[in-house]
């Protein structure tokens, strides 16, 4: 059974191993998913808030690895075509649903999760819409499925079609939902499309306010919408690195122990994922949310090769 004290205390042990420098963010996911998949985890819930606590504070760590001007330059150059990418998106998502028929709720949902960034997305609209928690469980199941693909796919596929890692990890940062998926995947391909990756995210992560605020106006809610306070963090942290870089012997330790925080977390976020949340997804939901994800992926990338975007 997954309770089991021997699946306990197996859950610990691979949780200890993946706070080991030797253990890469593809190898935590997979051993998660594995885990998750085969066996069970028996800390379900607790896993699944530890895991977006640890992803919050991963994410203010790698603030003390870039730079103030890096930041502002990054996001001046990716606010245009963010812009572009999530109206585009959400376009099609929203044709998309009616042509596979998703329910109208569950269909803004996925899309919008895949237009911003997942999870974060979809848990802030939710109690706007007034979606039940069916329609936004099985909108985080599929986005959530489709961002495991992802974080194993995208490294192979960018190295195939001969992307540089500021390439790589703006694609990851466009066409990848989650935040925590978009910063392994990037990790994975370099220190530079980590950077570049995790700035454009967090970016578009800013995007979930005016979205939400705009969806209650046009649904009369009255429900306040929470700010990520970890960009915040992140920023701060940016900031420290910038005016103090002679405690680079600080921050670079700080910085390092973030990235493999990222990694405990990808295992976390892995084993969360059970037969019966694939099962619960349904062929119309996930349907949607696997071709909104490719032509996301696909244009994407087109632009990014074709020099449109850089």
């Known amino acids: 059974m997954p309770g089991s004290a021997v699946h306990k205390a197996l859950l610990a042990g691979l949780l200890l191993i993946c706070c080991l420098p030797i253990v890469s963010a593809p190898m935590a996911l997979t051993a998660g998913l594995v885990f998750g998949l085969v066996i069970g985890n028996p800390w379900k ?25 890096v930041i502002l330059k990054i996001s001046k150059d990716a606010f245009l075509y963010t812009v572009i990418s999530i109206s585009f998106t ?67 596929l960018g190295n195939l079609l001969g992307m540089g890692q500021q390439q790589f990890g703006l694609w990851s940062a466009l066409a990848i ?18 950077a570049v990756g995790t ?3 967090l970016t578009r992560a800013l995007w979930i306010m005016p979205s939400v605020l705009l969806a209650a106006w046009f649904a009369k809610s009255e429900r306040k919408i929470p700010f990520p306070l970890f960009i915040i963090g992140f ?23 973030a990235r493999q925080s ?24 996930l349907a949607h949310g696997i071709v909104l994800w490719i032509i996301v992926s696909v244009a994407s990338a087109a632009a990014i090769l074709s020099g449109w975007i850089s």
């Open 45 to 69: 819930t607790t896993t699944s808030t530890w895991s977006r606590r640890l992803l919050q504070a991963s994410v203010v760590g790698l603030g003390f690895g870039i730079n103030i001007p």
């Open 177 to 194: 939902h989650d935040t925590s998926s978009v910063v392994g995947a990037a990790a994975a391909y370099g220190g530079l499309a980590l």
């Open 90 to 156: 959400m376009l099609a998502g929203w044709l998309l649903g009616r042509l596979f028929k998703t329910p109208q709720r569950t269909s803004m949902l996925i899309s919008f999760g895949t237009a911003i960034c997942g999870g974060s997305a979809i848990a802030a609209m939710a109690p706007v819409i007034k979606a039940e928690s069916e329609e936004t469980g099985v909108a985080l199941a599929t986005v959530f499925t489709l961002n495991s693909i992802a974080l194993i796919l995208f490294p192979p």
């Open 199 to 201: 700035t454009v995210k």
């Open 262 to 285: 990222l990694v405990v977390t990808l295992f976390l976020i892995g084993s969360g994922l059970s037969r019966e949340v694939l099962a619960r997804t349904g062929i119309k939901p």
């Open 235 to 257: 920023l701060f942290a940016a900031a420290i690195k910038t005016v103090l870089p002679q405690l680079d012997l600080i921050w670079h330790p700080l910085n390092c122990i």
